[in-house]
């Protein structure tokens, strides 16, 4: 098997056309999507319909190939950040590969759909769990050769605070990747958000009002697969982790010039505003701010970083990453092409 | 003479206790102040009073001498960016030097009140252009030695579109300083936002509604000068140019370890979002959103790369970089302590 | 002819299942749809795409009638406004009438798409002149029997300053209905922002980057109609001006009571925060606001006065009231049921 | 004795001139002044810094007078709710007055300062309570004379989640209030937040991180008092209440006239969104709004309205109504002059 990921641009969340023209130019497979991972430009809070407006408009276009990709969406381009979605399929793949070389490898799952009261409890996380347990059987990769789970939690659109529930859903799901990978060996309820020190540094958990089932995307490398990409990823100690990034890049064997970011492909972000109200040892004002939602503030800042340091502002960076990553942190996945390369192939 | 910067923190815009300690502990001459450049926490825009509340405060504290100051500051700490101010004072300086050694000079000038009719036009640049050669004088700085002219326009309140009042007070303040820094020859006041690739990539300016004459501060290194800082100021091409700032960092010979990012005492950025409405090439939202200002994305933005690879968030950055720095991007200068290492004093 | 309106409730942009289960229960004959008038619950400026995304919504539903109604849908549900949709149908209607009996008319048209230069110029103000005549005449509605015309203008997406190019757009709507009503005689474009006592107090005009051509609905009372409907409408003086909508309600002799207001079937409301900083002598802060747009200040305030006094917050109230009622006001509209009460036919 | 309430606007936070000139010209008593309740331009939430820059200019301008006031500044002018400020003063007052007249009485208590975990605990509520009668004793007020209880309460600034803080406060200021009126019996902590329809329709409380302690301003009407003055108050059932604000006008004997509501010297009001996410049935968005704080919506919805009764913008409007007056609504007080219209004096 090979996976294939296409990044494209929009007008707007109705704008499908650049997929639209790569299916009928053939250069890609409609039955073949397995996944749509994208950034859209509302402000990615209760209220933002701007995801739902994309996964509607990528439906109509796929036809009856549109009910089987997950659609996650993550809504707030703040500064940088670029309006843009990646598409990723598989395909029979079976070019001869170097003696133990590793590609991209993809699985996906998806759990039933939860009650409303099961929201940000084991169950839910037991849940996440299997699907996760799932997803990386179809992708044939073990627990150690993952380096990004990418959850979409259910969320109850009814709950009184419905950020609340948004937020007890991205811990059932960090927690449930946790177990998977053997990152955390057991828990009580009482943890979540109690003990931040429990994580998971490759769970990259959003939740959304629109679904009631959970969706996992599992990604790592693996022998078993073929084809040009590969992935790294890295926890991120802060929002200012620099180095976490460059090291990613180090990961990939990307230098950072013109010529090697091009190899980039996709980029994964996922952090938090420190929850103690300072960032290495001083103030910032991003839980205080009564005219911009935290969530906003933190993506504009690490993707300004991020885009900084790739020169493109495709960044799928997104907010809430309590238990992904370090307390005040979070992670950053890189998904590149090592082409026919045999130094990066290794 | 000898510059001194205090870099201090606030609790909030009326929190000035850090200062108070300073003064009150005999470490610093409060009548040697001739500056103060900060952000405060506020939207940076037309009311943002966060401004005028930390002034009013220094004011209180200082006394009979907080008449003196300039005091230049930017609203708006979004994302990373932490709520803080630099204090700039002078004193006698008769420690040796090396023969050649240059450090941190700062001169500062104030024009005469503008008539509202005056903003934007000829007879603002001329006045600024004045004080600009005024300051640079005071501060024995030729042209080739000065890396960044701070500016502070003056702005009609009762303008109809306070906003582009305050645009076009930022042009002239852009345009006198290139007239006397010697990048611009020559202009008609039809460039102001006509041509964009005049501009002086050592000018930073804001504008405000508090204040109608215009206030200049200018930042060299000059052998009349002693102590122990110095200043390197680089142009941005873009929101994206992380080389930019490494560069800065290296013509400080500051490499990237914890030790010597210690050293930075001010980091000072301009930028802009670009007009194009892409990053790049590719798109941005900024000047789209209704919801947040393009400047508060812009300054995000910025802030998470610059503090990113500085480590600290105390970054003065202001947005509305017209005329400053090349189209789309803006510059960055760093202040730095080189202490007494023969290596750095070179 | 007889109009119909329907005023539907939804949980967000895509959901229209009302008026699936009107049609499906036969409570309403899709071919007859001719317009939908709509409050989502968006920004209501540039970026808001919950209008686009309620406009796909239905017209998947509506399938092959979906193209042929207008869709003017107006983003903003600020304070007690409620996200809701009018669908305006005809049927025949061949009921008794009294002698002289006047009912709700309604008539459509569409003028060609615009070429970006026409926005905002005479070019465009003549197409809207024609198009409302058009749709008079298909209402065999008189100059003075017109009691609203509702514009949606197109715009230049691509415009340096989109949100001008809406406002642009606008006034030349207005100008349009001016024209076709006999309200204004003649005009020049300086005319346009410069002359705001030249104005039409039956115009409400809409823009939005979705569209290039204009949109024109006409509404008025005509003896060649029949049903249940009737339509008032009074300028109002400013945002404060609660004496037009009562006594708009009493020309439509509904009394406040909760018995009596149930028969209001619509309710349209056009404001803008007035240019001079003042309502009535006291400063507003509308305009300087930094965080939220005057759009979204003006919608609150007038939907709260309008709702307040209906017990309804389904108020379709839209900002940007250039040219059309008088500087600093707007215009009020009422669609209500007067049955067959004699008293209320007359 | 005589109370005396002076309304004045201002150009921003830092405006005290209409004051200073009312004490220049002998027309104020600074000594008198025991109250100033005021709308200032922020955002009305945890970050809003022009109450305390509002603050810190009025007691520049009082000097020696400047610590006695209490100073309750709400912040948010949304829509066409206006800058100002009601200067509460009192003096001797001796004229005679016709048997049985009352007049406008004041009082004012103090609280010591909370320990941060006394916020919204019984231990507050008790505080207030006393701080309550106590004011009523200064005020010379039985329980039943009292129209409005004016609370600022202290709140924890390092809470983890400061607006949170806030709202405890307000709760416990409601109780404390009920209590002390006799409008509340018995309560249980519990009842906080979970029994809404315990509350007092007298109670106006709002919170800030500025204070640890609690300030109490009581009003009424009283025959012990003298002077022009009288006030009125009505709970508000909800965001609509368009019949509570005309019976409170009825009560003062004003009329919906230009020259009788030229009487009307301040207006208070308090709501809330209603936490159902409905009005009246249809659907409010203010609570799922992620780019508009809720209580900015409520004040601008109710400033429209209550700005539109009364034909002037200048309101102090107020949210977090939590348990002041029925649940989704809140109360409205009034102050008017009455003269020595035998009509009106009654």
Redesign the interface.
């Given at each position: 098997m090979r996976t294939h990921v296409h990044r494209l641009?929009m007008?707007?969340?109705?704008d499908v056309s650049e997929l639209a023209a790569l299916i009928r130019a053939g250069a890609l497979d409609p039955a073949g999507i397995v996944a749509v991972l994208g950034k859209t430009?509302?402000?990615?809070?209760?209220?933002?319909?701007?995801r739902?407006?994309l996964t509607?408009?990528l439906k109509?276009l796929l036809g009856k190939h549109g009910d089987k990709p997950l659609y996650i969406f993550s809504g707030g381009?703040?500064?940088?950040?670029?309006?843009?979605y990646a598409v990723f399929s598989v395909s029979a793949g079976n070019e001869k590969r170097p003696q133990g070389a590793k590609s991209l490898a993809i699985g996906c799952a998806v759990t039933r759909e939860l009650k409303p009261e099961e929201i940000g409890t084991r169950a839910q996380v037991n849940l996440i769990r299997a699907a996760v347990e799932k997803a990386m059987q179809e992708a044939r990769l073990a627990p150690d050769e993952v380096s990004l789970v990418q959850v979409k939690g259910g969320c109850d659109p009814a709950a009184?605070d419905?950020n609340r529930s948004m937020a007890f859903s991205r811990v059932a799901g960090a927690f449930g990747v946790g177990l998977a990978l053997g990152e955390i060996a057991d828990f009580s309820e009482s943890d979540f958000f109690g003990n931040l020190n429990v994580y998971s540094p490759r769970a990259s958990v959003s939740s959304g009002i629109e679904i009631m089932m959970n969706e996992v995307m599992v990604l790592g490398n693996s022998a078993a697969w073929s084809g040009p990409l590969r992935i790294a990823s890295r926890p991120m100690r802060d929002?200012?982790?620099?180095d976490a990034?460059l090291a990613t890049l180090a990961d990939l064997k990307i230098r950072?010039t013109e010529k090697d970011l091009k190899r980039v492909r996709a980029a994964i972000v996922k952090g938090e505003p420190d929850?103690s109200g300072k960032?290495?040892g001083?103030?910032?004002?991003?839980l205080?701010?009564?005219?911009?939602?935290a969530q906003?503030?933190?993506r504009?800042?690490?993707?300004?970083?991020v885009?900084?340091?790739l020169?493109?502002?495709?960044i799928f960076v997104s907010g809430g990453a309590e238990h992904q990553g370090p307390p005040g942190g979070g992670l950053i996945a890189l998904i590149c092409e090592i082409g026919s390369d045999p130094d990066l192939i290794s």
């Open positions: 641009g007008r707007d969340p109705s430009e509302g402000n990615g809070l209760v209220n933002d319909y701007t739902g407006y509607q408009s109509l381009t703040e500064g940088v950040v670029s309006p843009h009184k419905p929002a200012l982790d620099l990034v950072r929850a960032v290495r001083h103030r910032h004002t991003m205080t701010d009564g005219d911009i939602n906003r503030h933190i504009g800042a690490l993707g300004g970083l885009a900084g340091v020169g493109d502002g495709r």
